[in-house]
T-cell receptor, first 113, second 113 residues
Framework: DAKTTQPPSMDCAEGRAANLPCNHS???????VYWYRQIHSQGPQYIIH???NNETNEMASLIITEDRKSSTLILPHATLRDTAVYYC??????????????FGGGTRVLVKP | ETGVTQTPRHLVMGMTNKKSLKCEQH?????MYWYKQSAKKPLELMFV???????ENNSVPSRFSPECPNSSHLFLHLHTLQPEDSALYLC????????????FGQGTRLTVV
Protein backbone atom coordinates (compact mmCIF):
# COMPACT_ATOMS: atom_id res chain seq x y z
CA ASP A 1 0.00 0.00 0.00
CA ALA A 2 1.15 3.54 -0.76
CA LYS A 3 2.67 5.60 2.02
CA THR A 4 1.16 8.87 3.22
CA THR A 5 2.66 12.07 4.57
CA GLN A 6 0.82 14.31 7.03
CA PRO A 7 1.90 17.32 9.07
CA PRO A 8 2.63 16.22 12.65
CA SER A 9 0.36 18.79 14.24
CA MET A 10 -1.98 21.69 13.61
CA ASP A 11 -4.21 24.02 15.56
CA CYS A 12 -7.59 25.29 14.52
CA ALA A 13 -10.20 27.59 16.00
CA GLU A 14 -13.48 26.30 17.38
CA GLY A 15 -16.33 26.91 14.95
CA ARG A 16 -14.05 27.29 11.95
CA ALA A 17 -13.37 24.74 9.24
CA ALA A 18 -10.35 22.51 9.78
CA ASN A 19 -8.51 21.45 6.61
CA LEU A 20 -6.22 18.48 7.12
CA PRO A 21 -3.83 17.72 4.24
CA CYS A 22 -2.42 14.36 3.23
CA ASN A 23 0.12 13.54 0.55
CA HIS A 24 0.02 10.16 -1.16
CA SER A 25 2.05 10.75 -4.30
CA UNK A 26 2.70 7.04 -4.95
CA UNK A 27 -0.96 6.04 -4.83
CA UNK A 28 -2.03 3.59 -7.50
CA UNK A 29 -5.29 3.41 -9.38
CA UNK A 30 -7.03 0.84 -7.20
CA UNK A 31 -6.06 2.31 -3.83
CA UNK A 32 -8.58 4.11 -1.66
CA VAL A 33 -7.93 6.97 0.74
CA TYR A 34 -9.24 6.38 4.26
CA TRP A 35 -9.37 8.74 7.21
CA TYR A 36 -9.57 7.72 10.85
CA ARG A 37 -9.18 9.69 14.04
CA GLN A 38 -8.21 8.72 17.55
CA ILE A 39 -9.39 10.77 20.47
CA HIS A 40 -7.22 10.48 23.56
CA SER A 41 -7.64 7.15 25.40
CA GLN A 42 -10.08 5.80 22.83
CA GLY A 43 -9.85 3.46 19.86
CA PRO A 44 -9.59 4.86 16.34
CA GLN A 45 -12.82 5.96 14.70
CA TYR A 46 -13.56 5.61 11.00
CA ILE A 47 -14.40 8.97 9.40
CA ILE A 48 -14.64 8.68 5.63
CA HIS A 49 -13.05 7.14 2.56
CA UNK A 50 -12.93 7.73 -1.18
CA UNK A 51 -11.36 6.57 -4.42
CA UNK A 52 -11.36 9.58 -6.76
CA ASN A 53 -14.59 11.50 -6.27
CA ASN A 54 -15.09 13.90 -3.43
CA GLU A 55 -17.09 12.44 -0.58
CA THR A 56 -19.18 13.91 2.23
CA ASN A 57 -20.87 12.40 5.25
CA GLU A 58 -22.19 13.66 8.56
CA MET A 59 -18.70 13.91 10.02
CA ALA A 60 -16.54 15.39 7.28
CA SER A 61 -15.80 16.00 3.61
CA LEU A 62 -12.98 14.42 1.65
CA ILE A 63 -11.49 16.28 -1.29
CA ILE A 64 -9.18 14.25 -3.54
CA THR A 65 -7.12 16.05 -6.17
CA GLU A 66 -7.62 15.09 -9.79
CA ASP A 67 -4.23 13.36 -9.98
CA ARG A 68 -5.07 11.61 -6.66
CA LYS A 69 -1.66 12.43 -5.24
CA SER A 70 -3.08 14.34 -2.31
CA SER A 71 -6.29 14.82 -0.38
CA THR A 72 -7.80 17.08 2.25
CA LEU A 73 -10.11 16.14 5.08
CA ILE A 74 -12.43 18.97 5.97
CA LEU A 75 -14.16 19.25 9.32
CA PRO A 76 -16.69 21.98 8.47
CA HIS A 77 -17.23 23.42 11.96
CA ALA A 78 -14.59 22.17 14.34
CA THR A 79 -15.58 21.64 17.97
CA LEU A 80 -13.44 21.00 21.02
CA ARG A 81 -14.47 17.34 20.79
CA ASP A 82 -12.73 17.11 17.41
CA THR A 83 -9.36 17.38 19.15
CA ALA A 84 -7.67 14.09 18.17
CA VAL A 85 -4.96 12.48 16.07
CA TYR A 86 -6.15 12.16 12.46
CA TYR A 87 -4.78 9.37 10.30
CA CYS A 88 -4.75 9.31 6.51
CA UNK A 89 -4.38 5.76 5.17
CA UNK A 90 -4.14 4.50 1.63
CA UNK A 91 -5.22 0.96 1.03
CA UNK A 92 -5.88 -1.40 -1.83
CA UNK A 93 -9.10 -3.33 -1.29
CA UNK A 94 -10.14 -6.76 -2.41
CA UNK A 95 -6.95 -8.44 -1.27
CA UNK A 96 -7.20 -11.69 0.59
CA UNK A 97 -4.20 -10.85 2.71
CA UNK A 98 -6.21 -9.36 5.51
CA UNK A 99 -7.19 -5.90 6.63
CA UNK A 100 -3.75 -4.39 6.93
CA UNK A 101 -4.79 -0.93 7.95
CA UNK A 102 -1.36 0.62 8.43
CA PHE A 103 -1.42 3.62 10.72
CA GLY A 104 1.38 6.20 10.50
CA GLY A 105 2.04 9.07 12.85
CA GLY A 106 -1.04 11.08 11.84
CA THR A 107 -1.75 14.76 12.48
CA ARG A 108 -2.37 15.84 16.05
CA VAL A 109 -5.19 18.39 15.77
CA LEU A 110 -5.89 20.73 18.65
CA VAL A 111 -9.13 22.70 18.46
CA LYS A 112 -8.87 25.86 20.51
CA PRO A 113 -11.72 27.95 21.93
CA GLU B 1 -20.30 3.65 21.33
CA THR B 2 -18.94 1.79 18.34
CA GLY B 3 -20.61 -1.57 18.91
CA VAL B 4 -17.28 -3.20 19.78
CA THR B 5 -16.86 -3.86 23.51
CA GLN B 6 -13.60 -4.75 25.17
CA THR B 7 -13.09 -6.00 28.71
CA PRO B 8 -11.41 -5.29 30.96
CA ARG B 9 -10.63 -1.62 30.27
CA HIS B 10 -7.56 -1.75 32.49
CA LEU B 11 -5.40 -4.70 33.53
CA VAL B 12 -2.29 -4.96 35.66
CA MET B 13 -0.57 -8.33 35.62
CA GLY B 14 2.66 -9.86 36.79
CA MET B 15 5.09 -11.52 34.43
CA THR B 16 4.09 -14.99 35.64
CA ASN B 17 0.34 -14.43 35.41
CA LYS B 18 -2.07 -15.71 32.80
CA LYS B 19 -4.89 -13.41 31.78
CA SER B 20 -7.27 -12.98 28.85
CA LEU B 21 -8.62 -9.97 27.03
CA LYS B 22 -12.12 -10.19 25.61
CA CYS B 23 -13.69 -8.48 22.64
CA GLU B 24 -17.32 -8.69 21.58
CA GLN B 25 -19.25 -7.24 18.65
CA HIS B 26 -22.85 -7.65 17.58
CA UNK B 27 -22.57 -5.71 14.36
CA UNK B 28 -22.85 -8.80 12.19
CA UNK B 29 -19.22 -8.39 11.14
CA UNK B 30 -17.23 -11.38 10.00
CA UNK B 31 -13.70 -10.09 10.50
CA MET B 32 -12.05 -9.23 13.82
CA TYR B 33 -8.61 -7.87 14.63
CA TRP B 34 -6.20 -7.29 17.46
CA TYR B 35 -3.98 -4.21 17.38
CA LYS B 36 -1.30 -3.07 19.80
CA GLN B 37 -0.57 0.58 20.50
CA SER B 38 2.55 1.33 22.51
CA ALA B 39 3.40 4.77 23.80
CA LYS B 40 4.54 7.11 21.04
CA LYS B 41 4.32 4.38 18.37
CA PRO B 42 1.79 3.81 15.59
CA LEU B 43 -0.83 1.12 15.91
CA GLU B 44 0.50 -2.31 15.03
CA LEU B 45 -1.70 -5.03 13.60
CA MET B 46 -1.28 -8.29 15.51
CA PHE B 47 -3.90 -10.79 14.31
CA VAL B 48 -6.74 -11.00 11.79
CA UNK B 49 -9.63 -13.44 11.89
CA UNK B 50 -12.05 -13.81 9.00
CA UNK B 51 -15.09 -16.05 9.48
CA UNK B 52 -13.41 -17.46 12.64
CA UNK B 53 -10.27 -18.46 10.75
CA UNK B 54 -6.98 -16.76 11.48
CA UNK B 55 -5.72 -15.15 8.29
CA GLU B 56 -2.92 -12.97 9.63
CA ASN B 57 -0.31 -13.32 12.34
CA ASN B 58 2.00 -10.34 12.13
CA SER B 59 5.03 -12.10 13.67
CA VAL B 60 3.53 -11.88 17.13
CA PRO B 61 5.38 -13.73 19.95
CA SER B 62 3.74 -16.92 21.15
CA ARG B 63 3.11 -15.45 24.60
CA PHE B 64 0.11 -13.82 22.88
CA SER B 65 -2.44 -16.42 21.85
CA PRO B 66 -5.65 -15.38 20.08
CA GLU B 67 -8.89 -17.31 20.05
CA CYS B 68 -11.99 -16.70 17.95
CA PRO B 69 -14.78 -19.11 18.96
CA ASN B 70 -17.34 -17.38 16.74
CA SER B 71 -17.61 -14.29 14.56
CA SER B 72 -18.84 -12.17 17.48
CA HIS B 73 -16.14 -12.91 20.03
CA LEU B 74 -12.38 -12.61 20.06
CA PHE B 75 -10.00 -13.31 22.90
CA LEU B 76 -6.33 -12.59 23.44
CA HIS B 77 -4.76 -14.96 25.95
CA LEU B 78 -1.67 -13.61 27.68
CA HIS B 79 1.02 -15.56 29.54
CA THR B 80 4.54 -14.83 30.74
CA LEU B 81 4.47 -11.33 29.37
CA GLN B 82 7.32 -8.83 29.63
CA PRO B 83 7.14 -5.23 30.88
CA GLU B 84 7.68 -4.04 27.28
CA ASP B 85 4.34 -5.67 26.39
CA SER B 86 2.60 -2.93 28.37
CA ALA B 87 0.42 -1.10 25.87
CA LEU B 88 -3.12 -0.34 24.77
CA TYR B 89 -4.61 -3.41 23.08
CA LEU B 90 -7.36 -2.61 20.63
CA CYS B 91 -9.90 -4.89 19.07
CA UNK B 92 -11.65 -4.02 15.83
CA UNK B 93 -14.20 -5.57 13.51
CA UNK B 94 -15.26 -5.03 9.92
CA UNK B 95 -17.86 -6.61 7.63
CA UNK B 96 -15.12 -8.79 6.16
CA UNK B 97 -11.36 -8.68 5.94
CA UNK B 98 -11.36 -6.82 2.65
CA UNK B 99 -13.31 -3.84 3.98
CA UNK B 100 -11.26 -1.15 5.65
CA UNK B 101 -14.19 0.48 7.48
CA UNK B 102 -13.15 -1.04 10.77
CA UNK B 103 -14.88 -0.26 14.05
CA PHE B 104 -12.61 -0.19 17.09
CA GLY B 105 -13.28 -0.90 20.73
CA GLN B 106 -12.11 1.38 23.53
CA GLY B 107 -9.11 -0.81 24.19
CA THR B 108 -7.59 -2.53 27.22
CA ARG B 109 -4.78 -0.63 28.91
CA LEU B 110 -2.36 -3.39 29.95
CA THR B 111 0.46 -2.89 32.43
CA VAL B 112 2.92 -5.73 33.01
CA VAL B 113 4.82 -5.46 36.28
Amino acid sequence: DAKTTQPPSMDCAEGRAANLPCNHSTISGNEYVYWYRQIHSQGPQYIIHGLKNNETNEMASLIITEDRKSSTLILPHATLRDTAVYYCIVRRLGEAAGNKLTFGGGTRVLVKP
Amino acid sequence: ETGVTQTPRHLVMGMTNKKSLKCEQHLGHNAMYWYKQSAKKPLELMFVYNFKEQTENNSVPSRFSPECPNSSHLFLHLHTLQPEDSALYLCASSPDQDRAEAFFGQGTRLTVV
